[in-house]
Nanobody, 116 residues
Framework: QVQPVESGGGAVQAGESLSLSCTVP????????MAWYRQAPGNQREPLAT???????NYVDSVKGRFTISKDTARNTVALQMDSLKPEDTAVYYC??????????WGQGTQVTVSS
């Protein structure tokens, strides 16, 4: 089964940084869109950042300027660098990938906890 695998979650203090990584199955060149989402308890899963196969990025306003999405074609990974973390960033973070054929896949998620 095709499933991206997230890593890098953990517990940090407010103001600190954390970097998440998503290993894409097969070749990252097979995917047109890669994204990071998060879901806090009691909330819907929300998109945070996207990156296309040609490197175009987009961010939701709540993380713009603090989070950076990037991809490494050689390592088949998508990263999310998170700086200036806030307690409200606490959530399970998910990697989401879409192939050029239109198939979409979710990772299993990784927990990020930010304490004040």
């Amino acid at each position: 089964q095709v499933q991206p695998v997230e890593s890098g979650g953990g517990a940090v203090q407010a103001g600190e940084s954390l970097s998440l990584s998503c290993t894409v199955p097969g070749s990252i060149s097979d995917f047109s869109l890669m994204a990071w989402y998060r879901q806090a308890p009691g909330n819907q899963r929300e998109p945070l950042a996207t990156i296309t196969s040609v490197g175009q990025t987009n961010y939701v306003d709540s993380v713009k300027g603090r989070f950076t999405i990037s991809k490494d074609t050689a390592r088949n990974t998508v990263a999310l660098q998170m700086d200036s973390l806030k307690p409200e960033d606490t959530a399970v973070y998910y990697c989401y990938i879409v192939s050029f054929r239109g198939s979409a896949f979710w990772g299993q998620g990784t927990q990020v906890t930010v304490s004040s």
